[in-house]
């Protein structure tokens, strides 16, 4: 396995030695309109030799570090975030029947795993539309094989986000679907290269552009969309495209909101060994041996599995010194991370969570970093696309994370955007508590001091809007800026 980790770098890196035939190393590239990756005017053209020899070489990886398993993912190494070969899906989950479906995965470091999600919706004309691939296991591909047997072929995948995790599997997936169209939202980037889209994995020849407006797109009839950003930051950038499907009334995003649960997803409950992240969390100290059988502990386990997803340092914990955590590992009552459990859970963290769940079962989140260190830097443009996408009737909201299948309308997904505005969230509205979000304001402090996020324009109220807008930093990463309200 660390062998195909060392393989993808090693392709990587002799892709792009081999760049200069056509592309210096220097200059990014990026893309601004739509259109194929070939076809894209005044842009340096990727070579294609390149593109074949780093194709060639990630495929090559990957049948070297084998797949025995039918969950397992040889290109783990990509991306190398837990659980790392054996990505197991959830059982196929019908949305709405005969038209939508969802499949779920797992990922996070350090046993802080939730799940990610990829949405499969059946064409009017016939045929699946896809968006946010996971990994392509042969597990999901034989689950998406099936409905392509009863729904037609997978027409187009789309990569809705220029969020890495998200990034990281679409390529590849793509790939086993020689015939389908590959649409990526605008302002792609890499981490820690930044390389084209060609040598991350994305097909030559069928990729484009996500266009701006359904309209430019061959879904137009079933979908609206919406896109968001992206807004760039020194060192990243964060932007997704919300799809309005119309026949469902579904509108599907990806990180923009999503709703924390006490009840646990399936993902977790698949068998003894996908419980292991909840295990893990349920202890109040390092001596707690927790029954895998005690639904009650495995809740409290998923409680703060989201609370560290969503705060990385929740206010409930007292963290040990390096030396006092390892001097105190105890493997013999949970081997994960050799025994290492840094951390005690002094305080309530119900609190937290019932803070972040808010009142409603139709109350949506924003994440608390997208609030924090995201969102704030450009709320003109946010609530422009929060106007757009309340103007469809969706009555439920699917994203790419945490709870699925959401009842909620637009009434919810404008109060989750709330916290840009001066009047601030409404009574019942989840919000981060200030302690809980102490470890995001001191890297929002510290990140704004060094350079790598632009400084907050301030909240925006029925009046200030050019204000804002003249303090809002607009960013450009190579030809593609940022997008300004008009
Ligand atoms: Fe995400």
Known sequence: MRGAALAVLWASSCALALQPISQPQTQ???????????????EPRVDRRAALVGGGLLAVSAAASGEPQPYDYGLWGVLPVGPYKAKRSAPLETIVPGQVWTIDQKFGILNVQVPVRMSIVKLSGGGLWILNPIAATRELLDMVRSLEREHGPVKHVVLGTVAIEHKTYAGVFSQKFPQATVWLQPGQYDFPLDLPPELTGFPVGRTRVLPASSADTPWAHDFEQATLGPFISRDGAYGETAFFHKPTKSLFVTDAVQQVSADIPKIFLLDEAAK?????????????????????????????????????MPAAIDIHSVPQSWSERRPDVNADFAGIYPWDWARDDVKAFRALSGDSKDALLVAPIIQTLILNRNPVETLDWVDAVCKWDFRRVVPAHLKNNIEAGPSSFRRAFSFLTEEGEPAGQPKPRKD?????????????SMGAIAAKPGLVSKTNRAEVLARTTYRCRGAFCAPRSK
């Open 436 to 448: 809980d979000l102490q470890t995001l304001l001191d890297a929002e402090k510290s990140l704004e």
């Open 28 to 42: 990014r590239r990026t893309i601004q309109n739509a259109g194929t990756l070939d076809d894209v005017p005044d």
């Open 276 to 312: 292991k992240p909840l295990l893990y969390h349920a202890r109040d100290g390092i001596l707690d041996r927790i029954d895998p059988s005690d639904m009650n502990q495995l809740r409290k386990g998923w409680r703060r599995v989201q609370l560290f997803g969503l705060y990385f």
